[in-house]
């Protein structure tokens, strides 16, 4: 089975570290994802980028509304993800468009990812 | 990072929310400031035990406000105070803050507390000093540093700027539309100058300066995140970012200044310059450009290029010329020359500056740069004559030394191709 394990924390806090803070905490993960590199255990690990990098867009209603920042309600759960390579937000959007219109209904939170480490391979 | 250091990162996280809430509570910036400084203490103690409460914020306003109300009377009434343990023993404290505080009141608070350092009747540098103790909660220590004065000169700077804002009414009601809009352009140009005075530096203070650009940066994400759709704060944020990302290679081991064109390019900060090209993503979607998005846009140029021969000059060319129609000034026009002698040749470049003379002749970097044209062109007795000017202009000692290489340059031709 595989698993996504999604991160969350207080991002004032996080954007709050130093750069020394922030590159401590990124070696002692980098210890536990070499680890599981080894065991073949780990698939594509994203660090996004702060939420005011966020853009939303709203599928809920004709036609879809494209509103900067996060998605912030909390009625609606976290379903499921994509992961697009797109020269920018412009092409990004026409995507999520798109797949809105395959499935109308709640909302796409388009954020950049800010570091991307894609493992070897994952035994699935 | 130490075990309790986590509790300054969460502090200083909730400074910026605290402090102005607090601030709107008290009316007054010293009893806010006092009371949040006894709530961060409270909260070593505390939180060392108990662990973070679910929202520091809350946390931290509800402990500060007793306790400014405690220290309130115990110098007004000399009543003895309720035991400690009352007091920092709240495990769920926030809950009972919930009532007052709603996403807009922290955000006009925020936008007040920012606006308040940057009152027109202080100047710059009372500004920049006032946000970055009050906002930031910088130590009087560590921003003398930056300015490189003494901490008794510092403490006397801040001390003034606080009397002029006290003295100045701030209206503590919520702002109207307009009223807002001139305050986030207020606060923007404000944190613009927190990240250039600790930007524009040299050898000696870059170290005791670079703080200042990490405020600044933290500062317009802050602002960034209370106006998440305006497009000229996206703009400010991604410029800033941009600048900074270049810092780990502006100076050499030594701490000399390496030149843009000298810089080692896998030395600048991947991440940054990911959030600065994002965020201009999205402030340019707005067709609302403005000269934060379009100097952001410049730095993007530079962020982008593999290398200082790939930089596209001719695009930097056109929009320093929307800038120039932005905001006129000479020394706009002075930079848009820089790109157009790579974009044009050095003759286009010195007839663009040429008519500059009079406006900037006691500017280092015009006659540096003038220099440079004359030097391409193989002018070299007038490249000279116009770096001696430079640098018996020139402000720092990197400047002059900057200078001091071209002169070099000049005399061993053929050791270097003209750039």
Same mark, same amino acid.
């Given at each position: 089975m595989q698993y996504a394990i999604l991160c969350y924390h207080d991002e004032k806090v996080t954007c709050a570290w130093s750069k020394e803070e922030d590159d401590a905490v990124m070696a002692k993960l980098g210890v536990v994802m070499e680890k599981l590199t080894k065991q073949g255990k780990l698939g594509p690990v994203a660090r996004l980028l702060p939420t005011t990098a966020a853009t939303t867009l709203r599928k809920d209603r004709e036609p879809p509304l494209v509103v900067d920042g996060?998605?912030?309600?909390?009625?609606?759960?976290?379903l499921g993800f994509y992961i697009v390579d797109c020269k920018n937000l412009d092409e990004a959007l026409e995507i999520t468009r798109e797949l809105g219109a395959a499935n109308p209904g709640g909302a796409y939170e388009i954020r950049p990812v800010g570091v991307f480490f894609d493992a070897p391979k994952v035994a699935s | 990072m130490s075990d309790t250091s986590w509790i300054g990162s969460v502090i200083a996280a909730a400074r910026p929310q605290a402090v102005a809430a607090l601030l709107r509570y008290f009316r007054n910036l010293d009893t806010a400031e006092e009371a949040f400084q006894e709530a961060s203490l409270r909260a070593l103690k505390a939180w060392q035990k108990n662990g973070p409460p679910r929202d520091a914020a809350a946390w931290l306003i509800m402990v500060a406000r007793n306790a400014g109300i405690d220290s309130v009377r115990k110098t007004s009434k000399q009543d003895p105070l309720p035991p400690e343990d009352l007091i920092s023993d709240l495990s769920d404290v926030e809950t009972a803050t919930v009532?007052?505080?709603?996403a807009a009141d922290y955000r006009d608070d925020i936008l007040r507390l920012l606006f308040i350092c940057c =009152?027109?009747?202080?100047?710059a540098t009372q500004q920049i000093a006032l946000a970055l103790r009050i906002v930031s909660g910088l130590s009087v220590k560590q921003i003398a540093r930056a300015f490189l004065v003494t901490e008794v000169a510092m403490e006397q700077r801040i001390t003034r700027a606080k009397g002029r804002v006290a003295s100045a =009414?701030?209206?503590?009601e919520s702002p109207s539309a307009a009223d807002r809009a001139e305050r986030v352009a207020a606060v923007a140009a404000m944190i613009y100058l927190v990240f250039n005075e600790g930007y524009t530096t040299n050898v000696a203070d870059h170290g005791a300066k670079a703080p200042l650009c990490e405020e600044a940066i933290r500062l317009a994400r802050l602002l960034l995140g209370l106006y998440p759709t305006e497009p000229e704060i996206m703009g400010l944020t991604a410029l800033l970012l941009l600048q900074h990302a270049r810092a780990a290679a502006r100076f050499d081991a030594d701490g000399s200044v390496v030149l843009l064109e000298d810089q080692d390019r896998t030395r600048w900060n991947a991440k940054q310059i990911a959030e600065g090209l994002a965020l201009i993503d999205k402030a340019v979607?707005?067709?609302?450009?403005g000269p934060y998005q379009v100097q952001a846009a410049i730095a993007a140029i530079h962020a982008r290029a593999k290398a200082f021969r790939e930089t596209d000059w001719s695009e930097i060319d056109l929009l320093y010329g929307t800038l120039e129609r932005m905001q006129p000034s000479p020394v706009v026009s002075l930079n848009r020359a820089v790109a157009v002698a790579k974009a044009r040749g050095p003759a286009a470049a010195l007839d663009m500056i040429e008519p500059l003379a009079a406006k900037l002749g006691s500017y280092f970097y015009f006659h540096g740069a003038r220099g440079a044209f004359l030097q391409e062109l193989g002018r070299k007795d007038e490249a000279r004559v116009a770096f001696d000017r430079a640098i018996a202009l020139a402000n720092t000692p990197a400047e002059a030394a900057h200078i001091r290489m071209q002169i070099d340059r000049l005399q061993t031709p053929g050791a270097r191709e003209a750039s």
């Open positions: 996060p998605f912030a309600e909390t009625k609606e759960q976290l | 009532e007052q505080l709603d =009152h027109p009747e202080l100047p =009414h701030v209206p503590f979607r707005h067709r609302r450009p």
